[in-house]
């Protein structure tokens, strides 16, 4: 079972930074938080990922609080391409992603 | 440089038939996962093959099946088709001491 909580769905403005909160309240002092998304039709891609400390790339920035039983991916300036289904994923290294159902994020012009 | 390609992208089989699917990783990976993705569900981990041996396993039953050949190419054999069976496949590759997934379209299968 999925170890993380997420809300089903947000909107968001183009433009505008989208802000997608994720509870893992049990995780382990081993495990990673992994964020995913994945687009209508596609496989799931890759985001971005921490153990504890805040981590950036060129696509979202990743914010974990200092007691890692919460997270948040920010897509600092979201456009109508950034719409659709992101995963957190709680994970120990060597072993299988477990997916929840995800946050469904619309943006819109 | 392709990446995580799946044969084929549609499938129609009937209850009871065998199915296989197929899976090529992306170049430099040696790790592939299978996972089984329904209508409105995020993906279920069903296997992961590293040095053609089954590493880990997910909650599917034995008619479900896997292979890795030594090009670290892989198949998803599922027997005894049930229409629950119907889905979207995901195969993902990795590099075994790297965690993040590379994952391909899938192959959506269609149980009638």
């Known amino acids: 079972d999925a170890k993380t909580t997420q809300p089903t769905s947000m909107d968001c403005a183009e433009g505008r930074a989208a802000n997608l909160p994720c509870n893992h309240s049990?995780?382990?002092?081993?495990?990673?938080v992994y964020w995913y998304r994945q687009i209508h039709s596609q496989g799931p891609q890759y985001i971005i990922h921490?153990?504890?400390n805040n981590e950036t790339n060129e696509m979202a920035s990743l914010i974990i609080t200092e007691d890692r039983k919460s997270s948040t991916l920010i897509l600092p300036h979201a456009t109508l391409r950034d719409t659709a289904v992101y995963y957190c994923?709680?994970?120990?290294?060597?072993?299988?992603?477990?997916f929840g159902k995800g946050t469904t994020l619309s943006v819109s012009s | 440089d392709a990446g995580v390609t799946q044969s084929p992208t549609h499938l129609i089989k009937t209850r009871g038939q065998q199915v296989t699917l197929r899976c090529s990783p992306k170049?430099?990976?040696?790790?592939v996962s299978w996972y089984q993705q329904a209508l409105g569900q995020g993906p279920q981990f069903i296997f992961q093959?590293?040095?053609?041996?089954?590493?880990q396993r997910g909650n599917f039953p034995d008619r479900f099946s896997g292979h890795q050949f030594p090009n670290y190419s892989s198949e998803l054999n599922v027997n005894a088709l049930l229409l629950g069976d119907s889905a979207l496949y995901l195969c993902?590759?990795?590099?075994?001491?790297?965690?993040?997934?590379?994952f391909g379209s899938g192959t959506q299968l269609s149980v009638l």
């Open positions: 993902a590759s990795s590099q075994v001491s790297v965690e993040k997934l590379f």
């Open positions: 049990t995780i382990s002092g081993n495990e990673y």
């Open positions: 921490g153990l504890k």
């Open positions: 994923i709680v994970n120990q290294a060597g072993t299988a992603l477990i």
């Open positions: 170049s430099g990976h040696d790790t």
């Open positions: 093959y590293y040095e053609e041996e089954e590493r």
